[in-house]
């Protein structure tokens, strides 16, 4: 009797071990598959600055690593207060159409980029309100929908969907989570990016028109270095006082 005892009682401990060793091991494959789906993501997105390519980049990326049959990438219009659609891929042009922007805090994409906190609905088909029966004219069944975030701020939403009915784990959860914040942080960058080619490009349009400016001005104009050599004159002072361009740096301002 104490020895079956003793063989019970070691089954049951390996049991343990075994159980603990398989769902430690399963732990471990899944960090590995999210982390590699986010480098995957990290390196696709980041191609480019460019806002257009940055987001149809994301789309792609996020149906390839999850899975889903549609995606939507909603980004917040500041100066209207809406939340608009700015790329997507699997819902039909009427679809955008119908529900391309509304109100932040309107419909569940805008309660999302309100509230900064992710959204999943297993069944859609139960949603009776606009939106849930526009999303089932796509014979959309399950959805996840997560701010976009950088620097703590909500800049839109990405969704994903489903057309069967699909539970979502916790941790699928947190890694579509985490690939919104990637998402978040290349629209920051490219908006920053377009921010900075909009000001190099006014202040080369500027350049020009003081340089048009210069050069026209009936006055003669000239510009001289702190030892006083002319660097730049305009045609008026060329033919006032008869010298050629390529003799200026050999004048001095004060003669």
């Known amino acids: 009797p104490t020895d079956a005892l003793f063989e019970t009682g070691a089954v049951f401990v390996l049991g343990n071990v075994l159980a603990l060793t398989v769902h430690s091991l399963r732990k471990e494959r899944q960090r590995r598959t999210q982390l590699a789906a986010l480098n995957q993501t990290s390196s696709v997105i980041s191609q480019s600055l460019e806002l257009t390519e940055v987001l149809r980049s994301s789309i792609d990326s996020v149906i390839d690593v999850t899975g889903a049959d549609a995606a939507m990438v909603f980004l917040v219009d500041e100066e209207a207060g809406d939340l608009v659609i700015v790329a997507h891929r699997g819902i039909s042009p009427e679809f955008v159409r119908r529900a391309g922007r509304f109100k932040l805090g309107q419909d569940l994409n805008g309660r999302v980029a309100e509230t900064g906190e992710p959204l999943y609905l297993e069944d859609v088909s139960r949603e009776t309100t606009p939106a849930g029966m526009t999303l089932a004219a796509e014979w959309i069944r399950s959805q996840l929908i997560v701010p976009l975030k950088s620097k703590g701020k909500v800049l839109g939403t990405l969704w994903v969907a489903a057309r069967s009915k699909r539970k979502l784990a916790r941790e699928e959860v947190e890694l579509v989570t ?22 190099v490009e006014r202040l080369r349009v500027s350049e020009e028109r003081y340089r048009e400016l210069f050069e026209n001005a009936h006055d003669a104009i000239w510009l001289h270095d702190l030892e006083e050599t002319i660097i730049a004159a305009n045609r008026s002072f060329l033919r006032l006082t008869g010298y050629a361009p390529e003799e200026l740096s050999d004048i001095k301002a004060s003669h």
């Not at 919104?180 to 000001?199: L, T």
């Open 178 to 199: 985490a690939i919104g914040n990637q998402i978040g942080v290349a629209v920051d960058n490219a908006h920053h990016y377009e921010q900075e080619r909009g000001f």
